[in-house]
């Protein structure tokens, strides 16, 4: 396979994701936060706390619009919240997923084993270098995989919990990506997705006016506005370069496309199966929409959170070689690696995701390319809107428009 990025769209299985039948939804309880994130997307605002009415209406009113598998629980740091075990129960007695994404910093083995008990059904952890986390100031992403393993530790030993970790990719970060995934691969049985976002703000090297409705505005008042020219155009297609650079085979297998552009991979999903030693294969298209389907014909929704009870079924999964080639060629791996060592059929078999996300592409007449069916989709004014961009209604009342401009 070739070492560069390309991949062609009609190639991969497109996740079967939409507006209102989608495997993720996102809840912000509070926009609080205990750190200052240089990638953040929301104001942090000490004394927004949700009140458990306004949770619980939301939580309903996810129900009614969006058929989700999974709630991810957000904000801000959803753990600033005073209730969120009692928000956790909501989401999982109204048959979803509780998923909480936090930066950890408030996570403790007490609230870990209330929150599971509560129903969470796993964690993601947002991660990396340009955090400003107390003790972990100047450290790179390689050095951040400390802090990972620990968490990831904590989690395995409470038992149950789904563990992914998010890192925001930068330009001068980009070359850790690699390492990162190798980082994965070895703690396979205890990290089960990795997940890396690109960059992206309103630039001053952005060549557009600004507008909200029909008024030219400023952006500066923007939480994700950046005073500074920085890379903000890096694609999924540059990362899964950067990865095939040390692991060759590197392969997606399905991906959600922009609104703007059918072939541009918003977030784009790769799956793998191996042991903490080595990766046999990936899974291909094939295996990923009979996931999906069988999931959805027999509970009514599509798939994103998978219990660890099942990731570690990677040997189960080979069964669908028949119908995969990609995971034919895996199985071939794994059968040659069993008869050269018959011990390793005493090693259990692990399932892992990698995900990159791509979030707004702003294109040159103007369009913004966004997450066609966006499982990120949270609520604002009892309406389903872009997480991502939410800060734009809360200021301006609308979405902000990008209007090409001369620059010179």
Not at 3 to 8: Q, V
Not at 72 to 94: C, Y
Not at 128 to 144: F, M, T, V, Y
Request: glycine residues 8%; proline residues 5%; aromatic residues 10%.
């Amino acid at each position: 396979m070739s070492t560069n990025g390309f991949i062609n769209h009609r190639s991969l299985y497109r996740l079967p994701w939409s507006l209102p039948d989608n495997a993720i939804s996102w809840m912000e309880p509070t926009s609080a936060c205990n750190l200052a994130c240089d990638g953040c997307y929301r104001e942090n605002v000490p004394s927004s706390h949700k009140s458990m009415d306004v949770v619980q209406s939301e939580v309903d009113l996810f129900a009614k619009l969006r058929n989700s598998d999974g709630i991810s629980i957000a904000g801000g740091d959803p753990l600033m919240h005073p209730n969120i075990v009692e928000i956790v129960r909501m989401v999982a007695k109204k048959g979803m997923k509780p998923v909480i994404n936090t930066n950890g910093g408030k996570l403790t083995r007490d609230l870990l084993r209330e929150l599971k008990k509560a129903g969470a059904a796993g964690f993601t952890f947002h991660i990396d270098s340009k955090q400003g986390r107390p003790k972990w100031k100047d450290k790179n992403e390689i050095e951040l995989n400390e802090l990972r393993l620990e968490y990831a530790e904590m989690l395995a030993e409470v038992g149950g919990l789904s563990c992914a970790f998010n890192s925001t990719v930068y330009e001068d970060t980009l070359h850790y990506t690699p390492e990162l995934v190798a980082w994965a691969a070895k703690h396979i049985d205890i990290v089960h997705v990795m997940v890396f976002i690109l960059y992206r703000a309103a630039a001053p090297n952005l060549p557009f006016d600004w507008y909200a409705g029909g008024q030219k505005i400023n952006m500066n008042s923007v939480v994700y506005s950046e005073s500074r020219e920085r890379k903000i155009d890096m694609k999924s297609t540059d990362v899964v370069a950067k990865i095939r650079e040390r692991f060759p085979d590197f392969t997606p297998c399905s991906y959600l496309n922009g609104t703007e552009k059918p072939n541009s991979f918003k977030w784009l999903l790769t799956g793998r199966i191996g042991t903490k030693d080595q990766i046999y294969g990936y899974v291909g298209p094939k295996f990923m929409e009979i996931i999906q389907g069988f999931h959805h014909l027999f509970t009514g929704r599509y798939l994103a959170y998978t219990k660890p009870s099942l990731t570690k079924k990677g040997r189960s999964m080979f069964l669908l070689s028949a119908v995969d080639p990609f995971m034919r060629s895996g199985a071939a791996q794994y059968m040659k690696a069993v008869l050269t060592n018959p011990l390793r059929l005493f090693k259990g078999l692990h399932y892992q995701s990698v995900m990159i996300i791509q979030p707004v592409d702003f294109l040159e007449n103007g369009l913004q390319n966004m997450c066609d069916g966006c499982p990120d989709m949270t609520l604002y004014n009892g309406e389903l809107v872009w997480s991502c961009r939410m800060e734009e209604l809360k200021q301006f009342g609308c979405w902000v428009r990008t209007v090409p401009c001369n620059r010179n």
